[in-house]
């Protein structure tokens, strides 16, 4: 029988299990860990409140020296993003100089990504990527690449491994997709 969960008025169903995810964490991680040998103490910057599981999981497979920070940003409603983009905390200190990796759950449309990268760009940086755990090429309309990318997805609606509906799922280890009820 099949594993699935309800999260107020909606059914869910495993789309991909907790041993994927972890093969994907790591492989990310390792495209990281190569790309960022030797540089001088990166900042991974984790987008709350999503990307609190992955970027856990993530910074338990770097090997180098690195500092974590996080931000908060709004811009779902329910199962639909607003496409407007409020920053709720920031960063507070200086980013000047430094490589910044910025840690997402997912990137669909890019409004998120977008905001973010305008605001860091104003601390003037050496550089900045972005690494997601879920990308939805579909979905993306905005020009800046997204250079780590764990698994790319359909125009799904997905909750579990930190993603909510909301607010409801986060716990969940595996990740779910809605049914066609």
Do not use: W
């Not at 996080?70 to 779902?76: E, N, R």
């Not at 990796?101 to 550089?127: F, K, Q, Y």
């Not at 997905?158 to 779910?176: F, S």
Request: charge should be negative; proline fraction near 3%; aromatic fraction near 10%.
């Amino acid at each position: 029988m099949e594993k699935t969960v309800k999260l107020h008025d909606k059914t869910f169903r495993v789309m991909i299990p907790a041993s994927e995810i972890d093969a994907a964490v790591k492989a990310v991680a390792d495209r990281i860990n190569a790309d960022y040998a030797g540089l001088e103490t990166p900042l991974f910057v984790g987008v709350l409140n999503g990307s609190f599981m992955f970027l856990s999981d993530l910074i338990k497979k770097i090997e180098f020296n690195s500092e974590l920070s996080f931000v908060k940003l709004a811009s779902y409603e329910g199962t639909e993003s607003t496409g407007k983009v409020h920053s709720l905390i920031g960063l507070n200190k200086s980013i000047e100089g430094r490589h910044i990796i910025i840690v997402e759950d997912i990137v669909d449309t890019g409004a998120s990504i977008e905001h973010m990268i305008e605001d860091l760009r104003r601390g003037n940086p050496a550089d900045i990527e972005v690494c997601t755990l879920f990308f939805k090429p579909a979905s993306y309309s905005r020009n800046y690449p997204i250079k780590y990318s764990a698994l790319e997805i359909g125009n799904e609606f997905i909750v579990g491994y930190g993603l909510d509906y909301d607010q409801l799922g986060r716990n969940l280890k595996d990740i779910y997709v809605v049914t066609n009820e």
